[in-house]
């Protein structure tokens, strides 16, 4: 067990509708990351929040959105799903503003839109 | 930009040892992580190397060679539950972002 939180753990939704995924990260750290994987694009970095503030975004579509609360828990906002949107879904989590170190994963929520 | 080459599959025999190889190439180097990743679970890390040369972790080490884009993973005395995908990434962006190789699908059979 990492200590990383991810709920819910499978999600099947309709294309067009909207869900949040929600990452509770270890005790302690103050960076979430997200990640998406699916099966012909391997993992990719979504978004970074530390302590509250996004400070990082990679290939991110503009139909997802995310943001850290005080109490460091983060929400994955996906609206418009499209089939392609069907992977696992990734948060990870670390002390450091960087990853330069070890970053702990959760479980995952396995998201099909269908 | 940054690309990432591995292996897509290798097999091996139980209580042999594999070396998983990743080719990298990156505008600025800050560092090569390996992870573990059995199907349909989290990835958990296996190592970090920034300087050049070996490390090891119990039956796990790791090799860099920054000059080269270039890094190993070997695992020894394999082990059935070794079975799963080995993922090497590297940050860019600075160190806030991680970019990760397709993965190698390791099969180890008895």
């Known amino acids: 067990d990492s200590g990383v939180t991810q709920t819910p753990k499978h999600l099947i939704t309709a294309t067009g509708q909207r869900v949040t995924l929600r990452c509770s990260p270890r005790?302690?750290?103050?960076?979430v990351y997200w990640y998406q994987q699916s099966l012909d694009q391997g993992l990719q970095f979504l978004i970074q929040?530390?302590?509250?503030?996004?400070?990082a975004k990679g290939n991110i579509l503009e139909r997802f959105s995310a943001q850290q609360f005080p109490d460091l828990h983060s929400e994955l906002n996906l609206s418009s799903l499209e089939l392609g949107d069907s992977a696992l879904y990734f948060c990870?989590?670390?002390?450091?503003?960087?990853?330069?170190?070890?970053?702990?994963f959760g479980q995952g929520t396995r998201l099909t839109v269908v | 930009g940054q690309n990432i080459d591995q292996p897509t599959e290798m097999t091996a025999t139980e209580g042999a040892i594999v070396q998983i190889n990743c080719t990298y190439q990156?505008?600025?180097?800050?560092?090569l992580f390996w992870y573990q990743q059995h199907a349909g679970e989290a990835p958990t890390f296996l190592s970090y190397?920034?300087?050049?040369g070996l490390e090891e972790k119990g039956r796990f080490s790791s090799f860099l060679s920054r000059s080269k884009g270039y890094s190993y993973l070997l695992l020894k005395e394999l082990q059935m539950k070794d079975s799963a995908s080995y993922l090497c990434?590297?940050?860019?962006?600075?160190?806030?972002?991680?970019?990760f190789g397709a993965g190698t699908r390791l099969a180890v059979h008895p």
């Open positions: 005790s302690g750290d103050l960076s």
């Open positions: 929040y530390y302590n509250g503030e996004e400070r």
């Open positions: 990434a590297v940050p860019y962006g600075g160190y806030n972002k991680l970019i």
């Open positions: 990156t505008s600025g180097f800050n560092g």
């Open positions: 190397n920034v300087l050049d």
């Open positions: 990870a989590s670390s002390v450091a503003d960087s990853q330069d170190g070890e970053a702990f």
